[in-house]
Structure formats: structure tokens, C-alpha cells
């Protein structure tokens, strides 16, 4: 089981650790860039210091070479803070036109002159270390060359990095430790607010589990996070579903229970009336009675327990298979033709030729317009007629199903797909009223529909069952 805490930490924490990281980098990097100004700016201090000092110094232009005081000022450079393992920190050079070397050390790394004149700065290694170097170039007035001119002379400055690495540091670890503080915060912030909302969901759950069992009133979204609003709706309608069926299930027991207890009555005074004859024809013929009574409470409860299945379905089949509605009603009609020859009536299926393909499930549909032609059959007088046919209108596949029988008012076919509601107005037939509420609710299931009009020429009645096309000749197979 996944939790979700877990989760938001297996979301967040990778991207925090990645943008922690780059942040980390680009951060040691702005403070090793302040350092370096810091410190350059330094540099170029010193460097312009010594080279006002050679151009000005008559000592240069009598010995040839660097002034003591020069030298004196530059050892002061050496050792101190950040001094190398030789105690130096800061080397020069100065090194004349033509390769000379008046002063420092000889083997200084050198920087590509600037063609402006300008300081330069580089990065270099000396004795196996991080070094800056920084150099410049300048005319002294009192060594000449061999043009008479001043002799141009460059001055090199080296200083060991390892104090600005040691500043870029000591600013990157405090940046670092701000920026961790800050991330710790706000995953602290967020895993509150986390904890708020499991919070909200915590009081749900309690709401339901202090419930009875048959308390499916909907649940309040008050004081619930908008996020948390789909489920609760979701919920609901879940809720809602299970009402219907609770409710459904309950008018089934209820039904059951009234439609039985008369049969069963019947059934048991027949029983007794039975025992206390003595005549054998008699017996026999309360004993068909109580068969036929048994027979049609028998079909009551497979009806009942039908119209239980297909309502539960409510709209949605599962399952279907794509077959040929025309075959269907072929063999369908062939099935009931039993009962056209007894009373003689002409049973026809106008065919057309093609097939009539639909989705859906075969019992079901069986059960549909078995219940239909069953139907027509039994409300038809002797030697009447009964017409099946079907076609393709569009979209839909549409099956009518007309008989010669007495018909119904326009009035009364408002409810006669209601449960139990007999058609007494056509004539005596047997039946539990159950049979048009099944064929309604299937083809509710299929998703189509079922329509009552005038038979052929304003006689009987006509049944108009319209059903979903298959478009897809694969579909269901």
C-alpha cells in the first residue's frame, strides 16, 4: 500500500536535491567571482604601486636594477596569512624588453600581453600551486635602450589563490547553509499542510465509519479542501448508486411478498379442499388446478428474478457479443410458432435481406421479444395475424412487432410497462404483468428504447423496439 506522504517525499525530494545541487554550484561560483574581484582589485594596487615606484626611482637608472626600498616594500608581502609552504605568498618579476630579468624570479608565468596596455589578470600554477597572476607593461625614465628611449619594461605580480579560495569558501558554506535552512522549511511547511489535509480526509472517513449501515445520505464538502471536493462528489454519487440499488432491492422483497402470498393461498386451500374429496375425478382435476397454479407462480419468479437482474444492470452491458437481430427474431419466432398453430394465426417475418447487426447480450434480447411475440400470440384471436419485422433506420436498428388483437387506448399505455400492471381491457389471457416491465428495462440495459402505437390500419397494436447499430464489424467477437 502506498502512502501518500511517501509519495509527495519520492516527488519532491528528488527535484529539491537536483536544484539544491545546481544551486550549490552556481553559488560557489558567484562567490569564487567576488573573491576574485576582491582580491584582484588588490592586486592591481600593488601592481600599479610598483610600477609608479620604477619609473620614478633614480636608483633604477643608476644601478640597473630594483631599488632596496622596492624590495623591502614587496618582502613585507611575504609570509604572513595564506603564505605557501615556502613562506611566500606574493612573487615578482621585472623583465626588460629584451628578455632581462632586473628582478624577482625568473621562472614567473607569464599572461598574453594586453594590446591596450592594460592589466592582466590569468589563472596559473607556480611550484604546484593555484596562483593569479596579474602583469603590465611600462616605460621606465632611467634605464634606456638602445634607441635612447626608455626601456619598456614588464612587471609581473603572482599571488598564491589559496586566501581567495579560502574567502569563496567561507561565503559559499554560509550561502549553503541559508539555502538549506530555507529547503528544510519549506519541506516543513509542506508536509503541515500535507498533514492538514489527511487531517480533512481523517474526519471523512470517522463520518463514515460512525454511520449505520444503511445511512447513505450524501456527504458535506464543508470545511474540505477544494482538491479533496472530486472524491467527495464521487462519493456521493457512489452513495447514490447503492440508494437505488438498497431501494430496488427492497421494492423486489416487497413485490415478491405481495405477488406470492395470493398463489401460495390459493395453492394451500386447494391442497386442503383436496384432501377432504373422496372422489378421484374430482381430486385429479383440484390437483391440475393446484399444477397450473404452481406453474404460474413458478413463472412469476423467474420473471421477477429476471426484472431483479436487468434492473440491476441500470444502462450498462457488459459483455455483449455483436449478432444478427434478424436471426435473433427468426429463430425467436420459430420457438413460439407452437402457439400460432394452436390458435391458427398467420405468424410472418417480413425479411429483407440484409442482417441487422447489434451489440448486446443474447439472453437478454431473447428474453425481450420472446416476451413480445409472446404477447401478441396470446392477446390475438383465432385466426388472426402477427407481423415481426426488422430494419436499419440510421443509427438505429428498428424491430415492429404488430398483432390484430383489440389494441390499447393511447390513454393506458402510459403505464402499462409498470410492474404487475395487467392489460384487462383486451382480453382474458393469463399473465403476471411482469412481461412489458422486462422488456422495458432491456432495452433501457441495451440502450435503446420501446414505443406503443396503432397496429396496421388503426387495428390491434404495434411494438416498436429501437436498438444501437453495430458499426464495427469486429467489435464483440
Not at 609570509?79 to 606574493?90: I, M, P, T
Not at 559559499?172 to 522549511?185: E, K, W
Not at 429476471?306 to 427474431?329: F, Q
Request: glycine share 10%; with cysteine.
Amino acid at each position: 500500500m502506498t502512502s501518500l506522504k511517501g509519495s509527495v517525499a519520492l516527488w519532491l525530494l528528488p527535484p529539491l536535491i537536483l536544484l539544491l545541487a545546481a544551486n550549490a554550484v552556481l553559488s560557489y561560483r558567484g562567490a569564487r567571482e567576488a573573491a576574485d574581484l576582491a582580491y584582484d582589485r588588490s592586486l592591481h594596487m600593488a601592481l600599479m604601486f610598483l610600477g609608479e615606484r620604477l619609473t620614478t626611482s633614480e636608483e633604477v637608472a643608476a644601478t640597473g636594477d630594483l631599488p632596496r626600498s622596492i624590495r623591502e616594500v614587496l618582502g613585507e608581502s611575504a609570509g604572513g596569512e595564506g603564505a605557501g609552504a615556502d613562506g611566500e605568498r606574493v612573487f615578482f618579476a621585472v623583465i626588460a624588453s629584451d628578455g632581462r630579468s632586473l628582478a624577482g624570479e625568473n621562472d614567473l608565468p607569464k599572461p598574453k600581453p594586453n594590446a591596450d596596455g592594460t592589466i592582466r589578470f590569468a589563472d596559473a600554477r607556480y611550484r604546484g600551486k593555484a596562483v593569479r597572476v596579474a602583469s603590465i607593461d611600462i616605460r621606465s625614465k632611467h634605464l634606456t635602450a638602445v634607441d635612447g628611449a626608455g626601456l619598456l619594461l614588464e612587471v609581473v605580480l603572482v599571488e598564491d589563490a589559496g586566501a581567495r579560495v579560502a574567502l569563496a569558501q567561507q561565503v559559499f558554506y554560509a550561502d549553503l547553509r541559508r539555502q538549506l535552512a530555507l529547503a528544510v522549511f519549506s519541506v516543513a511547511l509542506a508536509w503541515l499542510g500535507l498533514a492538514a489535509t489527511l487531517r480533512s480526509l481523517r474526519r471523512l472517513s470517522e463520518d463514515l465509519a460512525r454511520r449505520e449501515a444503511e445511512d447513505l445520505a450524501p456527504l458535506a464538502t464543508d470545511d474540505m479542501p477544494t482538491e479533496v471536493h472530486p472524491l467527495i462528489e464521487a462519493i456521493n454519487r457512489h452513495l447514490a448508486r447503492l440508494a437505488d440499488l438498497l431501494e430496488t432491492s427492497r421494492r423486489f422483497a416487497a413485490d415478491v411478498a405481495h405477488q406470492l402470498r395470493t398463489p401460495l393461498t390459493l395453492l394451500g386451500a386447494q391442497a386442503q379442499y383436496g384432501l377432504r374429496q373422496k372422489d378421484t375425478e374430482e381430486m385429479r382435476r383440484i390437483i391440475e388446478g393446484i399444477v397450473a397454479a404452481s406453474r404460474s407462480a413458478q413463472r412469476l419468479c423467474n420473471q421477477m428474478l429476471s426484472l431483479s437482474r436487468i434492473e440491476a444492470a441500470k444502462g450498462l452491458m457488459n459483455g455483449g457479443v455483436r449478432l444478427d437481430l434478424a436471426a435473433l427474431l427468426r429463430e425467436t419466432a420459430l420457438d413460439l410458432g407452437v402457439l400460432a398453430l394452436e390458435k391458427h394465426i398467420d405468424l410472418t417475418y417480413t425479411d429483407t435481406g440484409r442482417a441487422v447487426p447489434v451489440i448486446g447480450n443474447e439472453v437478454m434480447l431473447r428474453e425481450l421479444f420472446s416476451n413480445l411475440i409472446d404477447n401478441a400470440l396470446r392477446y390475438t384471436p383465432y385466426g388472426g395475424r402477427v407481423g415481426i419485422a426488422a430494419d436499419i433506420e440510421g443509427e438505429m436498428a428498428r424491430v415492429t412487432i404488430t398483432d390484430t388483437g383489440p389494441g390499447i387506448a393511447p390513454a393506458a399505455r402510459v403505464t402499462l410497462f409498470n410492474r404487475f400492471h395487467r392489460r384487462f381491457d383486451r382480453s382474458g389471457a393469463e399473465g403476471s404483468g411482469l412481461g412489458l416491465a422486462i422488456v422495458r428495462q432491456i432495452c433501457l440495459a441495451h440502450g435503446g428504447m420501446v414505443e406503443l402505437g396503432n397496429g396496421t390500419e388503426g387495428q390491434g397494436l404495434s411494438v416498436n423496439v429501437r436498438l444501437p447499430v453495430s458499426s464495427d464489424p469486429a467489435a464483440g467477437q
